[in-house]
């Protein structure tokens, strides 16, 4: 029954992928060198050694000539984020502006609470006196 199975599936790789089937099985396509794992933190650790010894020396001028150098790159960099001209000046303007239309009036009406109590309290007392 397995062996059927497995008839099967490799019939229906050799067809959906015919340069997969095609493919070596009988090898591991990766190998590692003997004792790779082993010797694994010892290679790290020489690896980060050697690096902390050598010694990085700036390039001539680099600290003295970097401001300029930086200013000429700033120049040749359009900003992508622009105001429109008078934008600032204009803004305060149209905050209060929208404030004031949105702001909801906190100013409300007793009347219609008072009538709706009102009608209530005559429908409750009508209800209980005519029964």
């Not at 340069?19 to 690896?47: A, C, G, H, T, V």
């Not at 239309?101 to 009102?118: G, Y």
Request: net charge positive.
């Amino acid at each position: 029954m397995i062996e059927r199975q497995l008839h099967t599936d490799k019939e229906a790789l050799r067809k959906s992928a015919p340069i997969l089937f095609s493919i070596d099985k009988s090898s591991p396509p990766f190998i590692l060198p003997e004792s790779y794992f082993e010797q694994f933190p010892s290679r790290i650790n020489s690896l980060v050694l050697l690096s902390k010894e050598k010694d990085f020396e700036a390039p001539q001028n680099y600290f003295s000539d970097l401001p300029e150098k930086l200013k000429v790159i700033t120049l040749q960099k359009k900003s992508s984020f622009e105001a429109p001209e008078g934008y600032f000046d204009k803004l305060p303007g149209v905050l209060q502006e929208q404030v004031h239309r949105d702001k909801p009036s906190l100013r409300r009406s007793l009347f219609p609470r008072l009538a709706v109590s009102m009608l209530a309290a005559a429908a409750v007392i009508l209800v209980v006196t005519t029964g």
